[in-house]
């Protein structure tokens, strides 16, 4: 099981939106709508941000968001702020109860 | 709400096991409610999911480290733990434990990590 793609970078302003996407395959982001993302802030665990697919657990804002289209996934955040500043990666059920991660990008508010 | 809490030593010498345990609060081991996983983080890198255990018996490893590492439940002491032999510096990573609602298919909670270096 190979990891999803994610683009190692984004950055954007506040205010602005960015997407990261995250591809993967048939057999995983393509075949179950069991995405799901997570932050990391540095030196701290992951906290998640967004699940199956574009389902925002209590206390995240709604300026996250996620989607999917064939075998790649996208988070958007729009009106960026500076606490957006962190990792994210995504994560996707593959069957069989194994999980595949995303590489990670890092997104830097400018 | 769920609390994790990794242990085991920082320090393993090449070849030999990693042993990890975590201890988990508000809520139980053994509950139907939940299941519980670890996923590593190498340093500068990302994510990787190592295994998971459902209903305290059964277990699923990743494929790629399937063949070194085993996940096990002591239920009397509400922990779970990680063990990976033959280890190389490319094990060297921070280890979470998370646990899960049962029927979620995302990571709900997980611990504060532990870092574990590989070293002689």
């Known amino acids: 099981q190979s990891a999803l793609t994610q683009p190692r970078s984004v950055s954007g302003s506040p205010g602005q939106t960015v997407t990261i996407s995250c591809t993967g395959t048939r057999s995983d982001v393509g075949n179950y709508n069991y995405v799901s993302w997570y932050q990391q802030h540095p030196g701290k665990a992951p906290k998640f941000m967004i699940y199956?697919?574009?389902k925002r657990p209590s206390g995240v804002p709604d300026r996250f968001s996620g989607s999917k289209s064939g075998n790649t996934a996208s988070l958007t955040i729009s009106g960026l702020q500076a606490e957006d500043e962190a990792d994210y990666y995504c994560?996707?059920?593959?069957?069989?109860?194994?999980?595949?991660f995303g590489g990670g990008t890092k997104l830097t508010v400018l | 709400q769920l609390q994790l809490q990794e242990s085991g030593p920082g320090l393993v010498k090449p070849s030999e096991t990693l042993s990890l345990t975590c201890t988990v609060s508000?809520?139980?081991?053994?509950?139907?409610?939940?299941?519980w996983g670890w996923i590593r983080q190498p340093p500068g890198k990302g994510l990787e999911w190592i295994g998971s255990?459902?209903?305290?018996?059964?277990?699923y490893y990743s494929p790629s480290l399937k063949s070194r590492v085993t996940i096990s439940v002591d239920t009397p002491k509400n922990q779970f733990s990680l063990k990976l032999n033959s280890v190389t510096a490319a094990d060297a990573a921070v280890y979470y434990c998370?646990?899960?609602?049962?029927?979620?298919?995302?990571?709900?909670?997980w611990g504060q990590g532990t870092l574990v270096t590989v070293s002689s």
């Open positions: 994560c996707s059920y593959a069957g069989n109860y194994i999980w595949v």
């Open positions: 508000g809520g139980s081991i053994s509950s139907n409610n939940y299941y």
């Open positions: 255990v459902y209903y305290s018996k059964n277990i």
């Open positions: 998370a646990g899960s609602g049962l029927g979620n298919y995302w990571v709900d909670s």
């Open positions: 199956d697919v574009s």
